[in-house]
């Protein structure tokens, strides 16, 4: 009888994040979905960009406080700095290291002190965004200023693509002694220890469907869940693919 309690709960628990919950996803192939990285040092200000990033955040309109969870993925192989040059230092084993840390990643686990609980049509909402930010095989938790802009879908928002939008702006600054980046010898005042990485990008829940493993496929068929913002953790119960380990529904 236990167990039948247990089931009844999550279900219901699973129809409540379906029913009040929203996945919004960018299209990774819109290159005005980006990631810029700037660079201010005494002798060069460097000014990196990576476009067509992906995202994916599962976020309640009527309460953005209540369990969002979302992720946002880059390219380190994708950032152009105007250099070739310098683009394969960037990525050399002796700075970002791309071949074994391909990717810089944040993951959504809240969302603090927001100007407005519910997302209104056209309406910005600011707020702190906690979660934890990865780069060169290095983790940190970490807190983002963030705006959020709900739109509701209207002949205006189908020009740029269909279904609801949810617009984030998001800007923070990390040390890169902080995740185990040295700044090589030969390029010491051209690159700062901190750098300011600004993220834009326009979501739809077209992209992602009521299921928030829609996006993907619905029993963990991909193993990196880069769209699956419940995937990141398999213990978090509300993702319904990840209620076994080994991605069996």
């Not at 960037?90 to 997302?119: M, T």
């Not at 965004?129 to 205006?156: C, W």
């Amino acid at each position: 009888m236990k167990t039948i309690k247990n089931i009844l709960v999550l279900t219901f628990f699973l129809i409540g994040i379906h029913l009040y919950a929203q996945t919004f996803s960018v299209d990774s192939k819109d290159a005005r979905n980006q990631a810029q990285f700037t660079s201010d040092a005494p002798f060069e200000k460097i000014v990196g960009l990576s476009s067509g990033i992906d995202a994916t955040v599962m976020i309640n309109k009527n309460d953005v406080t209540n369990m969002p969870k979302g992720m946002v993925k880059v390219s380190i192989a994708n950032i152009k700095t105007g250099i070739e040059l310098r683009d394969e230092h960037l990525r050399s084993k002796d700075w970002l290291n791309a071949e074994k840390y391909p990717y810089a990643e944040f993951h959504l686990k809240g969302i603090k002190n927001p100007s407005s609980k519910q997302l209104v049509d056209g309406q910005k909402v600011k707020a702190t965004l906690s979660g934890t930010f990865s780069v060169h095989g290095v983790s940190r938790d970490i807190e983002v200023p963030a705006e959020l802009t709900y739109f509701k879908e209207s002949a205006q928002t189908k020009v740029k693509t269909e279904g609801n939008l949810l617009i984030v702006n998001a800007e923070f600054v990390i040390k890169l002694s902080d995740y185990g980046i040295k700044i090589p010898s030969m390029v010491v005042g051209k690159v700062s220890e901190e750098v300011k990485i600004t993220v834009n990008f326009v979501a739809s829940d077209a992209n992602s469907g009521m299921n928030p493993c829609a996006a993907c496929n619905p029993c963990g068929m991909k193993t990196e869940g880069k769209c699956n913002p419940c995937s990141m953790k398999h213990e978090n119960p509300c993702n319904p693919c990840a209620m076994k380990k080994d991605g069996k529904s």
